[in-house]
């Protein structure tokens, strides 16, 4: 299984949550862990996912993630788990 990290974040408006699945549906990209949190108006969703169904290559998909974000207001991005938890580590 290949996972990777996405985060969504923006202004909230209705269907956030509900245009990125259906996305992310639409790729084969299946979620695996998903929390979401709206404070001051501002929408945060972090989410694990597993890619290794997704056929097209990983610039593609955080391409297509970023087009994605740009359509509903928020920046939408992607990182491979293993860099994510790289990143993160103390």
């Known amino acids: 299984m290949k996972r990777a990290v996405i985060t969504v974040v923006g ?3 209705v269907g956030i949550i ?3 699945c259906t996305y ?12 979401q949190t709206i404070v001051g108006g501002f929408f ?4 694990i996912v597993d890619v290794s169904a997704y056929d097209e290559g990983y610039q593609e998909m955080a391409d297509g ?4 974000g740009e359509d ?3 920046t939408v ?13 103390i």
């Open 44 to 47: 945060n969703m972090m989410m």
């Open 18 to 20: 509900a245009k990125v």
């Open 77 to 89: 991005k992607i990182q491979r788990e293993e860099i994510f938890n790289s990143m993160n580590r």
């Open 72 to 74: 509903i207001g928020c």
């Open 11 to 13: 202004k909230d408006s």
């Open 24 to 35: 992310l549906a639409e790729k084969s990209i299946n979620i695996l862990d998903i929390s």
């Open 65 to 68: 993630l970023e087009g994605l």
